[in-house]
């Protein structure tokens, strides 16, 4: 079962992962693309759970890979073995 703290805590590991490589100031902006899929509901269930099960350090690396926000979502969908519906 998923709670609103075990997915603020997760994106706080991989926020983490990012800062390690970025400084804070940084992986704030560059998890913004993944805040906004998860925080406006776009994320779905399955999609969170297999978020969960991959190393935060392998979804850091995909949003320092930068471009657009989609690219970003379409990275980490692809890491994880995600296919959203359209």
């Known amino acids: 079962?998923?709670?609103?703290?075990?997915?603020?805590?997760?994106?706080?590991?991989?926020?983490?992962?990012?800062?390690?490589?970025?400084?804070?100031?940084?992986?704030?902006?560059?998890?913004?693309?993944?805040?906004?899929?998860?925080?406006?509901?776009?994320?779905?269930?399955?999609?969170?759970?297999?978020l969960f099960a991959v190393k935060p350090y392998l979804i850091a690396r995909d949003i320092l890979k930068g471009g657009s926000d989609q690219d970003v979502i379409d990275r980490i969908c692809k890491r994880i073995g995600y296919k959203p519906e359209v």
């Open 1 to 50: 079962m998923l709670s609103i703290t075990m997915i603020d805590g997760k994106l706080y590991d991989i926020q983490c992962e990012v800062s390690k490589r970025e400084g804070v100031r940084w992986a704030e902006r560059d998890m913004q693309p993944l805040y906004w899929y998860v925080n406006t509901g776009r994320a779905s269930t399955d999609f969170l759970h297999k």
